[in-house]
C-alpha cells in the first residue's frame, strides 16, 4: 500500500467522523432554537395573560408580529408546549375564523 493510498483512508476515516460530529451539533442546535422559540411564546402568552385586560389569548399573526417568529415556527412552538391552550374562534356560520393561542399553567 502506498502513501498516497493510506493518507487517503485516513482522511476517508477523518471525514465520517466530523460528518457525525457536524450532524450531532446540527440536531442540537436545531432542539436548542425549538426550545427556546417555545419558552418565548410561552413567555409571551404568560405575560399577556398577566396584564388582566383579557383572557391572553393572541391570534397567529399577533405572535409572528411580537415574537418575530414565522407562522411556521409559530405553530410548531405551540403545539409543542403543554403550557399552550388552542382555542379557536368561530364566525357566524359557526365555521373557524380564528386560531388563538392562551397560557395554561399545564
Known amino acids: ?32 432554537e425549538r426550545c427556546s422559540r417555545r419558552k418565548a411564546l410561552e413567555n409571551h402568552l404568560k405575560a399577556e395573560k398577566e396584564k388582566a385586560k383579557d383572557r391572553g389569548q393572541r391570534a397567529v399573526l399577533h405572535l409572528v408580529a411580537h415574537l418575530n417568529m414565522s407562522q411556521d ?14 382555542v379557536s374562534a368561530s364566525d357566524n ?6 386560531i388563538l393561542f392562551e397560557y395554561t399553567d399545564g
Not at 73 to 86: E, Q, R
Open 93 to 98: 356560520k359557526d365555521r373557524v375564523a380564528l
Open 73 to 86: 415556527n409559530v405553530l410548531d412552538a405551540a403545539f409543542n408546549s403543554k403550557k399552550v391552550k388552542c
Open 1 to 32: 500500500m502506498s502513501c498516497f493510498e493510506w493518507l487517503l483512508g485516513v482522511g476517508g476515516n477523518i471525514a465520517a467522523v466530523l460528518t457525525g460530529i457536524v450532524a450531532v451539533w446540527a440536531y442540537g442546535f436545531y432542539q436548542w
